[in-house]
């Protein structure tokens, strides 16, 4: 602020309301519509005020489900993308670490060959090789189970840059303490790398949750099995009704639960968030 | 850690289902809203009608959904024992030979009581092969009728007891019906591509293909774009121009039946088997039916429509024991009790001859309900009547609703919109011809 | 930048690099050379008869008027979610940035939505959008404008292109944020006892110095166009109508899973790589660049 402008103060906050109106907008929408029954939207327009069926809506995703649209309960999908999320978020940042580590403090024949290999991967999405990968996992025997669901997705390169680029920058004299007091490689990692990059990790395990959560196609594609659903591909089935309205009431019900965890996440870890994204550059 | 997981569910099942050792079966449907509470509710009475067989109803979204999934599955040898495929995928499915268990050889091998007269020559027409095997096992045969809104025609004026029959009735009824205000608009229609493309040719007795609509084999081609159909979508063009038609949607038409229930359209066509969805939703208003509307200065018209709707294929590569299920399973479903049963809630053909006996009161009770019915089985099946079967014609149907879309946009015209379609769906079928040498 | 001290061992950093290696190889090398090797085949939809084609499959593509214009789509889709999506964020952040009490406020309620999964993104502005039941073609109702992306090739692509982009504001927004911040307010101090008005500070100084950070928010965006939207598709319009919103990522998965043409799908991956692989190399050296100073 360098000089007092009422005026264009008044328009700042006008700007800053009107984007955050936009943002919320259809996520009001969307809330609305999961209060209210059926027959609501049925005369063609639908409400701006959440009315009297919230609790009976969520209850019945959660607890039963829309066996008829192909989605179990809620809690159930729910649980499937935590295990999802979570082993996608961990698994990432374990290799990760490692590779970066290995990268950086140590020389051997073909590590720039290695990290090549690892760079290839670099953002390049799974739909990309869609067909193929899903053969791969196929043969594998990894269809309907957690290990399909996460172990394709966490070869990524983008961690591994983070950490190579977060040990290149800790000062060279740690290896050299680390050596004098005896220290071995594996020693040095856990007891100096790894306590130095804590926040590094936390903030990166809030993206890759964030991440992992996200998913679409891939447990679109590689779950049969309603026992391994997860919700976000989970709305997709329920969006398709055949000869008939989609409960849309219901569908904005899971659509609100979809959201309501990653963005819990963004919500009250914001500063390692923030850290975690502008570190990662994707 | 999912080796944990696996344990612990392998164990949680293991104790639920210790009472006995059931073969189960897998089955994958397309059935979603009340057409899947419906079928789970059937496969729920073979479950209990006996203790050795459980089939296992998944629902797995649209019909080219379904059959794409099971094909990724078969791929990935995850297959399901039975996968319901609709009408347009049989030409894909007959091809694969060494894919597929033949359902004469299932009944034969299980020895079980199967007799293929016994089904409408109309529906087992489109699913035998070239020495008359019946390959795949009939169950919810539909075909395209019109649902008219009786509230709105008494606003408009009109006699409510009186469906439009022709085209011309049709233009008529929906514009009095707009200049009355009693809707906004005249009609929409789900399933462009088999209801007002392939059902409209059969129904005006136009051929669509060479080689018997595909019948004959492998080298057909697509014949679509002749005078008929190229006056019929010029003709939607025109009244989706003027506001009397509007349009729902590729494939099903998913935004169809929302216009018609909240009355701003006051017909549609769509399948017989919508009854259900239809009856369910329209809760403020009395609903009529009718049959599809013709061209009075076509030749030939009308003569009688096609079915959609599915059949179940037998995937091969599973144990012996699920296709002992499978048989068993079968012959639950074809019995009179369970089809009429199905065909009266669903509004799906009664697909043998008894089951149709068996509905006769449930006709009488419900007026229109017999309407699909009676069209299908207007006139004695011609050549350009009896159904079609092409190859890669999941990916045509695709090609007719972009090349419609195309045309409603205004970037081509009814004529381009057709040639382009027979252009790019002869591509497929060259394709498909290549891929099965 | 190279580390002055190091260890010596050998077998060690190959032990630690195994399963990063093992994953790599498994699932990214592996299926990208099957999708070489598929793209050279012409296969039946079960797999189970297959012929050697040489370069067929890529002719057809060339060929095809489907194919050149999922091309073009996916330009028009790139470049409008990228100018919509940055154009807004940085009115946001240039906005955020002179408000001094109520930014951290401002900020928490903007970021959010980049938690959202795109399919849930798509969802909502369907939802909102549905020609029959949703509230924005009831208001546009009331200004005469029938909105019905159904039909409407133009309406369709603006509604994916919305959805796509009200996902990317919050990143572009932080980035913007964050890029404001590292401007020295002296600069702008200087500027302002020139007689400069807050209008042509911005254009003469700010938007300058932001460059590079607009630069490095734009590949990202093509990028995330390009290759993260597919559930977006998928949710909404599913290439339609008329493939007006077929873009390459969905066509590739469109026309091997729902088309089973896996000869064509696997040289349309093989393009999509290619694509990538320029586009991570143009990211990376900006990266590189960064790390630098």
């Known amino acids: 602020m360098i000089e007092h402008r009422p005026f264009l103060n008044f328009l700042t906050h006008l700007v800053l309301i009107f984007g955050v109106a936009l943002v919320v907008l259809p996520v009001w929408v969307?809330?609305?519509?999961?209060?209210?029954?059926?027959?609501?939207?049925?005369?063609?327009?639908?409400?701006?005020?959440?009315?009297?069926?919230?609790?009976?809506?969520?209850?019945?995703?959660?607890?039963?489900?829309?066996?008829?649209?192909?989605?179990?309960?809620?809690?159930r999908m729910m649980l499937n993308s935590l295990i999802m999320a979570l082993a996608i978020a961990l698994g990432k940042i374990a290799i990760s670490v490692t590779s970066a580590f290995a990268i950086v403090y140590f020389r051997f024949p073909l590590r720039n060959f290695a990290f090549w290999c690892i760079f290839v991967t670099l953002m390049l999405p799974v739909e990309v090789r869609i067909v193929p990968t899903f053969k791969v996992v196929a043969d594998l025997g990894m269809l309907n189970s957690y290990a399909g669901l996460s172990i394709p997705l966490i070869a990524s390169a983008t961690a591994t840059f983070l950490f190579r680029q977060v040990f290149l920058t800790m000062p060279d004299e740690l290896v050299e303490a680390a050596r004098i007091d005896g220290a071995g490689p594996m020693k040095f990692f856990r007891d100096i790398l790894l306590p130095l990059s804590r926040t590094n990790i936390a903030a990166l395990f809030v993206i890759l949750f964030i991440y992992g959560w996200n998913q679409y196609l891939w447990p679109l594609l590689i779950t049969t099995d309603a026992q391994y659903y997860t919700i976000v591909a989970g709305i997709k089935r329920m969006a398709d009704a055949v000869d008939g309205l989609p409960q849309w009431h219901l569908v904005m019900a899971t659509a609100v639960m979809a959201m309501l965890p990653p963005v819990a996440v963004v919500i009250f870890m914001q500063r390692l968030f923030v850290k975690g994204l502008i570190e990662t550059e994707k | 850690m999912t080796r944990i997981f696996t344990a612990s569910a392998t164990a949680l099942l293991a104790s639920l289902t210790a009472a006995n050792a059931q073969t189960e079966i897998q089955w994958w449907h397309a059935m979603g809203g009340e057409l899947g509470a419906k079928l789970e509710e059937i496969v729920q009475g073979f479950n209990d009608s006996q203790d050795e067989y459980t089939v296992v109803p998944s629902y797995k979204g649209t019909y080219p959904e379904t059959m794409t999934a099971a094909i990724a599955a078969f791929r990935a040898n995850e297959q399901p024992a039975i996968v319901q495929v609709f009408e347009v995928g049989t030409g894909t499915m007959?091809?694969?030979?060494?894919?597929?268990?033949?359902?004469?050889?299932?009944?034969?091998?299980?020895?079980?009581?199967?007799?293929?007269?016994?089904?409408?020559?109309?529906?087992?027409?489109?699913?035998t092969d070239t020495d008359g095997n019946m390959l795949s096992m009939p169950f919810n045969s539909s075909t395209p009728i019109l649902y008219y809104n009786k509230d709105v025609f008494e606003k408009a004026g009109l006699d409510p007891e009186q469906p439009p029959e022709t085209w011309a009735q049709m233009e008529e009824f929906s514009k009095q019906i707009m200049e009355s205000g009693a809707a906004e608009c005249g009609f929409t229609t789900g399933w462009v591509s088999w209801i007002q493309t392939e059902n409209f040719s059969a129904w005006h007795n136009q051929p669509i293909g060479t080689e018997q609509n595909g019948f004959g084999g492998p080298s057909a081609r697509l014949t679509l774009n002749g005078p008929a159909q190229v006056q019929h979508w010029g003709n939607l063009k025109r009244l989706a121009d003027e506001g009397v038609f509007k349009y729902g949607g590729p494939v099903g038409g998913d935004n169809a039946p929302p216009m018609f229930y909240t009355q701003e359209c006051?017909?549609?066509?769509?399948?017989?088997?919508?009854?259900?969805?239809?009856?369910?939703?329209?809760?403020?208003?009395?609903?009529?039916?009718?049959?599809?509307?013709?061209?009075?200065?076509?030749?030939?018209?009308?003569?009688?429509?096609?079915?959609?709707g599915a059949t179940l294929w037998v995937l091969s590569g599973r144990p012996d024991e699920e296709y002992k299920a499978a048989a068993e399973f079968f012959t639950y479903?074809?019995?009179?009790?369970?089809?009429a049963d199905w065909a009266s809630f669903s509004g799906y053909l009664p697909i043998t001859e008894a089951a149709g006996e068996e509905m006769a009161s449930f006709f009488e009770e419900n007026p229109g309900a017999d309407t699909g019915l009676r069209q299908i089985t207007l006139n004695e099946p011609t050549e350009n009547s009896k159904g079609l079967r092409f190859g890669n014609y999941v990916q045509i149907r695709g090609i007719i609703d972009e090349e419609f879309e195309a045309m409603l946009s205004g970037s081509k015209t009814a004529q381009e919109a057709l040639d382009s379609l027979v252009e790019r769906g002869n591509a497929q079928l060259e394709e498909f011809e290549a891929q099965s040498q | 930048m190279m580390k002055r001290t190091i260890f010596s061992n050998q077998l060690l950093p190959w032990l630690?690099?195994?399963?990063?290696?093992?994953?790599?190889?498994?699932?990214?090398?592996?299926?990208?050379?099957q999708a070489v090797w598929q793209s050279f085949l012409r296969e039946d939809a079960f797999g189970i008869r297959s012929t050697f084609v040489w370069f067929e499959n890529y002719e057809r593509l060339w060929q095809s008027a489907e194919y050149l214009n999922s091309i073009q789509v996916t330009v028009v889709f790139a470049v409008a979610v990228t100018v919509l999506s940055m154009g807004l964020s940085l009115l946001?952040?240039?906005?955020?940035?002179?408000?001094?009490?109520?930014?951290?406020?401002?900020?928490?309620?903007?970021?959010?939505?980049?938690?959202?999964?795109?399919?849930?993104?798509?969802i909502l502005w369907w939802f909102i959008f549905n020609p029959t039941i949703g509230i924005l073609p009831y208001v546009l109702e009331q200004f005469g404008y029938d909105w019905n992306h159904i039909t409407n090739p133009d309406q369709a692509m603006a509604l994916v292109v919305i959805a796509s982009a009200w996902k990317q504001i919050s990143y572009n927004f932080l980035f913007f944020v964050a890029g404001l911040q590292a401007i020295p307010g002296s600069l702008r101090e200087a500027a302002a006892i020139d007689g400069a008005g807050p209008v042509k500070r911005f254009f003469t100084i700010t938007f300058p110095l932001l460059s590079p950070t607009t630069f490095f928010l734009m590949v990202v965006n093509i990028v995330y166009a390009m290759f993260e939207t597919f559930a977006v598709i998928d949710s909404t319009t599913e290439g339609?109508?008329?493939?007006?919103?077929?873009?390459?990522?969905?066509?590739?998965?469109?026309?091997?899973?729902?088309?089973q043409n896996m000869g064509s799908s696997g040289a349309q991956s093989v393009i999509l790589m290619m694509i990538v692989i320029a586009l991570t190399v143009i990211q990376f050296r900006w990266i590189e660049k960064k790390v630098e100073y």
């Open chain 1, 30 to 75: 969307a809330f609305v519509a999961s209060t209210h029954t059926a027959t609501d939207f049925s005369s063609g327009i639908i409400p701006m005020w959440p009315g009297p069926y919230l609790v009976e809506n969520y209850t019945q995703m959660l607890d039963t489900g829309v066996s008829t649209s192909g989605t179990p309960p809620v809690g």
């Open chain 3, 240 to 259: 339609g109508p008329a493939q007006a919103t077929n873009i390459m990522v969905y066509k590739v998965y469109f026309d091997g899973f729902v088309g």
């Open chain 3, 92 to 122: 946001l952040a240039v906005a955020v940035d002179r408000t001094i009490r109520s930014a951290r406020a401002y900020t928490t309620l903007l970021v959010w939505p980049y938690a959202v999964a795109p399919a849930v993104a798509g």
């Open chain 2, 333 to 339: 479903l074809s019995s009179p009790e369970v089809q």
């Open chain 2, 266 to 308: 006051a017909m549609i066509m769509n399948s017989s088997a919508s009854r259900a969805g239809v009856l369910a939703n329209a809760t403020d208003f009395e609903v009529g039916f009718g049959m599809l509307p013709y061209y009075e200065d076509i030749e030939g018209a009308p003569q009688n429509s096609i079915i959609g």
């Open chain 3, 16 to 33: 630690l690099l195994a399963p990063q290696l093992a994953i790599t190889f498994i699932f990214f090398i592996w299926p990208a050379a």
């Open chain 2, 94 to 127: 007959m091809a694969a030979e060494g894919a597929i268990v033949p359902v004469y050889q299932l009944m034969e091998e299980q020895e079980q009581n199967f007799d293929p007269s016994a089904y409408l020559s109309a529906v087992v027409g489109y699913y």
